[in-house]
């Protein structure tokens, strides 16, 4: 009987990326030239050459999650990927389904802009360590910073493009059951982040230049925690400057109550007390 070569690979011998069964490389998409700067055409071949991927290819495997099935002692099987370019950008997509590991996405330049400003600033507050992209266990992910302070340690996320409500929500619960503090940054406008309803600590930075933030020592940021209150379907949504029922998205209230934003942005004022 043929051994298959994901039967060869402990994948906790790696560092979470894709295994390109091909070239025998572990890929890094958040790192450039995805962590093998001696092969610059490496996308360009997986991306148009070594076509299909997925079960049928058997080219991609996701190393994460075979990771995360050996340390939950199940049987190894492999989980196949398929390299997809979409309206999120370039990604790893997993054939069953799952939504795909932030850690699999390649990084714009100001992700990573944000990514190092946010270490800095954590650095600078007086943090005992700060490191980028730790394996965290108990969550089985890597937040994009992390760092420990003399009280608790604070999971840094950020997010640069539009998810899921679900998405954040999972990565949110998952960050929280490693004790950690889940502390959100985005480059997005107010009128833009509905999807981070969820979110309860989240800094807005004031600019939207990534190059200031690399070259500055400081930048200011709008941070503090999100209110929300419970109001009758019909009151005006700061998520999305509608009157739109936020359950079914139309244009008649249903009736029902939802939670809003403090702030009425059809009145530019705060809303008034409950």
């Not at 092969?39 to 075979?66: E, F």
């Not at 370019?85 to 699999?104: C, D, K, L, V």
């Not at 190059?211 to 941070?223: D, G, W």
Request: glycine letters at 8%.
């Amino acid at each position: 009987m043929t051994t298959q070569i994901w039967e060869l690979i402990d994948p906790r011998d790696f560092a979470d990326g894709v295994f390109y069964v091909p070239a025998m490389l572990e890929l890094q998409p958040r790192l450039p030239h995805w962590g093998h700067p001696d092969q610059p055409g490496l996308r360009d071949r997986l991306a148009t050459a070594d076509r299909p991927h997925g079960v049928r290819g058997k080219k991609l495997l996701c190393l994460l999650c075979m990771r995360i099935q050996a340390e939950r002692n199940l049987p190894p099987e492999p989980v196949w990927l398929t390299f997809v370019e979409g309206r999120y950008g370039p990604m790893f997509r997993h054939e069953g389904g799952r939504s795909p590991h932030p850690e699999h996405q390649p990084e714009t330049d100001i992700h990573k802009a944000l990514k190092e400003r946010k270490a800095r600033t954590f650095d600078a507050a007086g943090a005992i360590d700060v490191n980028v992209e730790v394996w965290r266990p108990k969550a089985r992910r890597r937040p994009d910073v992390l760092a420990v302070g003399p009280e608790l340690t604070v999971a840094g996320e950020v997010q640069h493009s539009a998810a899921r409500a679900r998405e954040i929500q999972s990565r949110q619960k998952a960050l929280r059951k490693a004790g950690d503090r889940v502390v959100w940054t985005t480059d997005l406008p107010a009128a833009d982040i509905g999807f981070m309803h969820l979110v309860p600590h989240l800094a807005l930075p004031t600019v939207g230049d990534h190059r200031y933030y690399l070259r500055e020592p400081k930048v200011n940021l709008i941070a503090g925690a999100i209110v929300l209150e419970r109001r009758r379907c019909g009151w005006a949504d700061l998520w999305t400057g509608t009157q739109r029922c936020p359950a079914t998205r139309k244009a008649i209230p249903c009736g029902q109550w939802h939670l809003y934003p403090t702030y009425d942005p059809a009145t530019g004022s705060p809303s008034p007390t409950t």
